[in-house]
């Protein structure tokens, strides 16, 4: 079955520190691997994306951790800030059929 | 640039009821989708159309039925809404082709049935 797995559930951090959000996948024909974050009251939007042809992917303060042997990949937020807190999504898309699979969501909270 | 417009933002309706929910995209996009949104159960996939008159299950289409009429437009028929429902519902369109296909979400309409 297609599934992403996405932990933790939640996560509180500090203004300035770094958060870190985590996925899992099973399936190896997934080529794409975004994450979407959401603020309260929106729709989702696309925040960076990686293919499993890279290992990192970097975009700021957004980070992508790639690790197709182990099927895990990971969002580092580096100096948090309060404007991060949000629900983010990582999802992954079938090769064979182009749909998102989309985890459960990490809702972000930044205390300054 | 482009935009997704849901209608209506919100709806209410009565159990057993059959509802309409629509979708307009203008980016010129080929595939189009249907999500619905549950309180910590992320996005599940209810039906996509990768063009015109095509249509595709996802993992919750039971109870659904789309409508793929043109290329800018999709709609989602809730069948019978079920008692207490509450959920919002986000359609999403990306273009065909390309390595990372984007999806642009709508804003979303939110359903409650009494």
């Known amino acids: 079955q297609q599934q992403v797995r996405q932990s933790p559930q939640s996560l509180t951090v500090w203004e300035g520190e770094t958060a870190i959000l985590n996925c899992s996948y099973e399936?190896?024909?997934?080529?794409?691997f975004p994450w979407y974050h959401q603020f309260p009251g929106e729709s989702p939007a696309l925040l960076i994306a990686?293919?499993?042809?890279?290992n990192k992917k970097e975009d700021g303060r957004f980070t992508i951790f790639f690790n197709k042997r182990e099927k895990k990949f990971s969002l580092h937020i580096a100096d948090s800030q309060p404007g991060d807190s949000a629900t983010y999504f990582c999802?992954?898309?079938?090769?064979?059929?182009?749909?998102?699979?989309f985890g459960l969501g990490t809702t972000l909270q930044v205390q300054p | 640039g482009g935009i997704i417009t849901q209608t209506p933002k919100f709806l209410i309706g009565q159990e057993g009821q059959k509802l309409t929910l629509k979708c307009q995209q203008n980016?010129?996009?080929?595939?189009m989708y249907w999500y619905r949104q549950d309180s910590g159960k992320g996005l599940r996939l209810i039906y996509y159309?990768?063009?015109?008159?095509?249509?595709q299950k996802g993992d919750l289409s039971e109870g659904y039925d789309a409508s793929r009429e043109k290329k800018s437009s999709f709609s989602l028929t809730v069948t019978s809404a079920q008692k207490n429902e509450m959920a919002v519902f986000l359609c999403?369109?990306?273009?065909?082709?390309?390595?990372?296909?984007?999806?642009?979400f709508g804003p979303g309409t939110r359903l409650t049935v009494l």
């Open positions: 999403a369109s990306s273009p065909t082709g390309g390595v990372y296909a984007e999806q642009f």
């Open positions: 399936d190896s024909t997934f080529d794409y």
């Open positions: 990686i293919r499993p042809v890279s």
């Open positions: 999802a992954a898309r079938a090769g064979n059929t182009g749909k998102l699979i």
């Open positions: 980016f010129n996009h080929d595939t």
């Open positions: 159309s990768i063009t015109e008159n095509d249509l």
